[in-house]
């Protein structure tokens, strides 16, 4: 059971706008660690999608945003397309654990 | 650019050693983290530990006991040993890169393309 929690799914249509949250707890995200996101598509590696919070790498296309707050943390994808359905995870430090974790992961569907 | 390369057996005994190695390409191991994950069949992402080159590990708590990660500067690759291996450690593991400022602390890229590991009894 992971310290982080996000939502199994979350859909939308194209176009539309939908978010994913990450909650996590005094000891990783409300500690000021960083948040990470990561994209998979299945059958293919993850791919880094935002780190350090809020921070995009290039080539990451600007419809996807993410925030922090307090013990938890969104990602936020605008402008839904047909190849954004996959598994989003998000990613901290646990400073209890002494340890990396990761969310549950999310899967996006779009209608 | 960065790429890595995860290599080793496919199938694994149960109670046997798993044994990965990663050739990392497009840059040095020297002076940067290099970490497992591993990824079940149909699940989530668990991090299973970094080792810096200059040798300092970190251990996920659940597999601490039965994990060894070593590198090889010379080799530029780093490698995975997972001990007394049971059917929940069927998976695909991935070897990557850590980033960030703070050691262990910080997020991957890039990653490799992964090798599915079955434990078989």
């Known amino acids: 059971q992971s310290v982080l929690t996000q939502p199994p799914s979350v859909s939308g249509a194209p176009g539309q706008r939908v978010t994913i949250s990450c909650t996590g707890s005094?000891?990783?995200?409300?500690?000021?660690?960083?948040v990470h996101w990561y994209q998979q598509v299945p059958g293919t590696p993850p791919r880094l999608l935002i780190y350090?919070?809020?921070n995009r790498p290039s080539g990451v296309p600007d419809r996807f945003s993410a925030s922090k707050s307090d013990t938890s943390a969104s990602l936020a994808i605008t402008g839904l397309q047909a190849d954004d359905e996959a598994d989003y995870y998000c990613?901290?430090?646990?400073?209890?654990?002494?340890?990396?974790?990761f969310g549950p992961g999310t899967k996006v569907t779009v209608l | 650019q960065v790429q890595l390369q995860e290599s080793g057996p496919g199938l694994v005994k149960s109670s046997e050693t798993l044994s990965l190695t990663c050739t990392v390409s497009?840059?040095?191991?020297?002076?940067?983290?290099w970490s497992w994950i591993r990824q079940p069949p149909g699940g989530g992402l668990e991090w299973i530990g970094y080792i810096y080159s200059r040798g300092s590990t970190n251990y996920s708590p659940s597999l601490k006991t039965r994990v060894t990660m070593r590198i090889d500067t010379s080799k530029n690759e780093f490698s995975l040993e997972l001990r007394s291996v049971r059917a929940t450690d069927t998976a695909v593991y991935y070897c990557?890169?850590?980033?960030?400022?703070?050691?262990?602390?910080?997020?991957?890229?890039?990653w490799g393309l992964g090798t599915l590991v079955i434990v078989s009894s």
């Open positions: 497009g840059a040095s191991v020297n002076g940067d983290s």
């Open positions: 350090d919070n809020t």
């Open positions: 990557v890169k850590g980033r960030g400022t703070t050691l262990g602390t910080g997020w991957f890229d890039p």
């Open positions: 990613q901290s430090y646990d400073n209890s654990l002494s340890a990396t974790v």
């Open positions: 005094r000891s990783n995200i409300g500690a000021h660690y960083g």
